[in-house]
């Protein structure tokens, strides 16, 4: 599923001009994905990893919990490893950015589907240093820690959004985003806002 309909018709008429492939069902958030695998039983979901209404690393997880062996390729806008490993923590058997997926979607699905983790080389290079450099340098307290809305409000935060435009871009109100950058300061240890902010922006160049 992806909340962006311009991409996901070009993706599907991608997979559809395949011979072996067909789109079975489309959803447009996260309770019709799950409605629509139940009612498809297909072998293999792709999710965005940014939705508008919802999580994409969450919507992986449920139907991960729900159909352990049901095949998940994420396409996301984001081209990080730190995303592409809470994907691929999640559930997910592939990653791959929405500027590659017109190029790369079909190898990935036959990848994934034929039971390997698709990722393209540069992402697969940063995952595999980052597992073999030193313990200290492999573990991140923002990945760790941080629950998933609470890493998007941590993210556009980063990003230099405002908290009513973080709340307008996840559909939430200002004071939820409020109470989830007063949980990201407590479970990393910030002593203001400014330490909050300070932190995101330096980890998203880092990313």
Known sequence: MDDHPVV?????????????????AEADDRHEAMEAIKRANPDLVIVDRALKTSSGIELIKDIHSCWPRLAILVVSMHDATLYAERALRAGAKG??????????????????????????????????????????????????????REMQVFELTGHGFSTRQIAERLHIDVKTVETYRARIKEKLRLKDSNELLQLAIRWQKEI
């Open 8 to 24: 996901r018709e070009g993706l599907a008429e991608n997979i559809n001009g395949q011979t072996d492939l067909m789109i079975c």
């Open 95 to 148: 990653y791959l950015t929405k500027q590659e997926a017109t190029r790369s979607i079909i190898e990935a699905i036959r990848r994934v589907l034929n039971g390997e983790i698709y990722l393209n080389e540069r992402t697969a290079t940063k995952m595999l240093g980052r597992l073999s450099s030193s313990p200290d340098s492999v573990t991140d307290p923002v990945v760790d820690v941080l629950a998933e």
